[in-house]
């Protein structure tokens, strides 16, 4: 059937699954952590290659010369007057085949983008905090209320933002702190990048397991007394290792994902980040290195 399809759809339904894997990759943790990032990218450029080398080989189209109707041209009404013993009579034209290869195109790219979706879909519902049970929602807030005392140095308390009341369904918030109340709220996504951390035996140390660390930490850290919002940072990615360790994370993982951490707050220059740039003192042997005999900074 495929040598029925034209060229046009066959492109139009490879960009339309390569647009999907895109989309899917942009908004899914589970597929960015499952896919990298030069898939999608490679997908896209092989499309628009191919759609550019295969249109400059083909030979250019001449003008159509002009022909009678045909099947094709069925639905249009065309015939043929025949005259035979029984008199003049009209001949019908025959039926217009059927143009499979367009159909079988567009049924094969929705298939495929419908996949993509159904299981970045699932994947993403699969990885929120309210999936969890209350039992397990409940051991893992006493969990990160253990690990923030340590750090805080005194009792406090860590709560998961359910209803996102404090930190904000889809804002810059991951996190907020009473310090008065000795209370702190963690953004959902946060909380379950920690259980999978400490629970599940998630150990991949990427990006989303690094930042959970240091958005606790920094918390803790708030809780202990400090207001100084890169001061704070400055504190957290150096107990984010330690805390990292007691959640099972491997060393060698911890301390590369929290020097991926620290160059990344290093080199950030936007204006809503102003307030938690690092010091210049947050460096090996400065005053606010908490281990000044460890050159390894910042854990």
């Given amino acids: ?109 929705a298939g495929i983008a419908a996949i993509i979706v159904l299981l970045a879909v699932r994947s993403d519902r699969g990885a929120t905090w309210a999936v ?5 929602r409940t051991t893992a807030e006493t969990r990160f209320t253990a690990e923030a005392s340590r750090i805080a140095g005194k009792p406090v308390r860590i709560r998961c933002d359910e209803g996102y009341s404090f930190t904000g369904a889809g804002s810059d918030t991951l996190g907020i702190a009473f310090p008065g109340s000795g209370l702190a709220y963690l953004d959902p996504t946060i909380c379950r990048a920690l259980y999978d951390l400490a629970f599940a035996g998630d150990h991949r140390g990427d990006q989303r397991a690094a930042d959970a660390l ?23 990615l150096q107990e984010a290792g330690p805390l990292a360790l007691r959640l099972g994370m491997p060393e060698g993982t911890t301390r590369r994902i929290l020097r991926t951490a620290f160059a990344e707050r290093l080199s950030e220059r936007t204006i809503i980040r102003a307030a938690y740039a690092l010091p210049s003192s947050c460096r090996d042997g400065g005053a606010l290195d908490r281990r000044p005999d460890d050159p390894r900074f910042p854990f």
């Fill in 1 to 109: 059937m495929w040598e029925n399809a034209d060229r046009a759809t066959v492109q139009a339904a490879f960009r339309a699954a390569a647009l999907v894997v895109v989309l899917a990759w942009l908004f899914s943790d589970d597929v960015r952590a499952w896919v990298p990032i030069w898939v999608p990218i490679v997908l896209l450029l092989a499309a628009e290659l191919e759609f550019v080398f295969r249109g400059r080989r083909e030979a250019p189209r001449l003008a159509p010369s002009r022909i009678p109707p045909g099947p094709e041209d069925a639905d249009l009404g065309f015939g043929e007057v025949v005259e035979d013993d029984d008199g003049i009579r009209f001949l019908p034209p025959p039926a217009r085949p059927e143009r499979r290869g367009r159909r079988l195109g567009w049924v094969v790219g």
């Fill in 132 to 136: 969890l049970s209350e039992e397990a």
């Fill in 214 to 236: 240091v958005v606790l930490a920094h918390e803790a850290v708030h809780l202990a007394g400090e207001r100084r919002e890169g001061v704070t940072e400055c504190l957290a």
